[in-house]
C-alpha cells in the first residue's frame, strides 16, 4: 500500500524531490467534537422541516410551499446522515506526502485537488492527538495565511516529528 501511495504523488514532485511520508486519513465512520452539537441540531432541524411539510400538506396550503421545503429536506438529511458518508468518501480519497522541502495533500472526490505548502514559509504547526494515537495537524502558512489540515493521522506525532524535523534541517 505505501508503494502505491508513492506511486500517486509521484508526478506532483518536482525533480530534486523525493517522497520521506505518504499515509492517509484513517478509514470509516467516526464522531468528531463538532457533532456534539450538529447532530442535536439537525435533529430539530429535521423536525421543524417535517412539521412544516407536514403542515403545508394537511392545511390545504399552495403547492408552492411544498416545493420551498424540499432544499431543507435536503439540507436537514445530509446533515443528520449525509455528512458522515461524505466525511467517509472524502477520507478515502485523500492522500498526504512529506517531501524535503513540501507537505503535498492529494484529494480525488470529484477531480484532482492538488495542494501543497512550502516547509521553509510554515509559521505555525500545531497537532492534537487522540488516545489511539491518531490526529490532525493543522500547519498554516506565513504572510499568506494558507492553512492546511493533516486530518485523521495514523500516529501523528511520528508525521508532526518529521515536518518538524524537516523544517529545521531548511
Same mark, same amino acid.
Given at each position: ?5 508513492? !506511486? ?6 518536482? &525533480? ?8 492517509? =486519513? ?7 467534537? $463538532?457533532?456534539?452539537?450538529? $447532530? =442535536? ?14 403542515? +403545508?400538506? /394537511?392545511?390545504? +396550503? =399552495? ?5 420551498? *421545503?424540499? =432544499?431543507?429536506? #435536503? $439540507? *436537514?438529511?445530509? #446533515? ?10 472524502? %477520507?478515502? !480519497? /485523500?492522500?498526504? *506526502? ?9 484529494? /480525488?472526490?470529484? @477531480? !484532482? ?6 516547509? &521553509?514559509? #510554515?509559521? !505555525?504547526?500545531?497537532? @492534537?492527538?487522540? #488516545? ?5 495537524? /493543522? ?28 523544517? %529545521?534541517?531548511?
Amino acid at each position: 500500500m505505501l508503494f502505491e501511495l508513492h !506511486n500517486e504523488l509521484r508526478e506532483y514532485l518536482y &525533480q530534486d524531490e523525493s517522497i520521506l511520508w505518504a499515509g492517509k =486519513p484513517k478509514s470509516g465512520f467516526f464522531f468528531r467534537q $463538532i457533532d456534539i452539537f450538529l $447532530i =442535536p441540531f439537525s435533529i430539530f432541524w429535521c423536525g421543524f422541516i417535517t412539521f412544516w411539510m407536514y403542515s +403545508a400538506y /394537511t392545511t390545504g +396550503a =399552495p403547492f408552492v410551499f411544498l416545493l420551498f *421545503g424540499i =432544499p431543507f429536506v #435536503l $439540507i *436537514g438529511l445530509f #446533515l443528520l446522515f449525509g455528512r458522515f458518508f461524505y466525511d467517509v468518501k472524502q %477520507r478515502k !480519497n /485523500t492522500i498526504y *506526502g512529506l517531501t524535503e522541502k513540501r507537505i503535498i495533500i492529494k484529494s /480525488t472526490l470529484f @477531480s !484532482n485537488k492538488i495542494q501543497s505548502i512550502n516547509l &521553509q514559509t #510554515l509559521s !505555525n504547526i500545531q497537532y @492534537s492527538e487522540k #488516545l489511539d494515537g491518531s490526529g490532525s495537524i /493543522t500547519i498554516q502558512q506565513g504572510s499568506i495565511n494558507k492553512q492546511l489540515k493533516l486530518d485523521s493521522i495514523p500516529d501523528v506525532k511520528k508525521v508532526y516529528n518529521k515536518i518538524i524535523e524537516q523544517q %529545521r534541517d531548511k
